[in-house]
């Protein structure tokens, strides 16, 4: 976590190490079309990245989105309990699961046991 007052190259050092990391920066675009229905679906690509696909994600979290209590309860809920209550369909879980699964033979070269 990286804080500090605007301006001082959060941002930019961020960036360089996701290039350096090879990794997915991902920052939410604060518009006028942004919802808090967007920040969810947009949550839920990168956790898919990060966790099904074992990719190295980068999340900034630019000042202005602290300025709504949902997307701060979001994120607080989220480091404080590891998850998002209702963020995936049981489906989507399945699907992670099985990609989780995949990843971990394909990594380890070994057959691991898939539990619920």
């Known amino acids: 976590i990286l804080l500090g007052e605007p301006g ?3 941002q930019l050092i961020s960036r360089v190490a996701s290039i350096l990391k090879n990794s997915v920066f991902y920052t939410p675009t604060l518009n006028d079309g942004f919802t ?3 920040w969810r679906l947009d949550f839920k690509e990168l956790l898919k990245k990060a966790g099904a ?14 300025k709504c209590p949902k997307f701060i309860d979001d994120i607080n809920y989220f480091f404080t309990n590891h998850e998002l209550p209702n963020l995936f369909s049981i489906e989507e879980m399945y699907e992670i699961t099985e990609k989780v699964h995949n990843y971990l033979k394909k990594t380890l070269k070994s057959e691991a046991e898939l539990t619920p």
Do not use: Y
């Open 36 to 38: 808090f229905e967007h």
């Open 53 to 66: 696909l074992g990719e190295c994600c980068i999340l900034f979290i630019n000042p202005e989105l602290t």
């Open 8 to 10: 001082t190259g959060r």
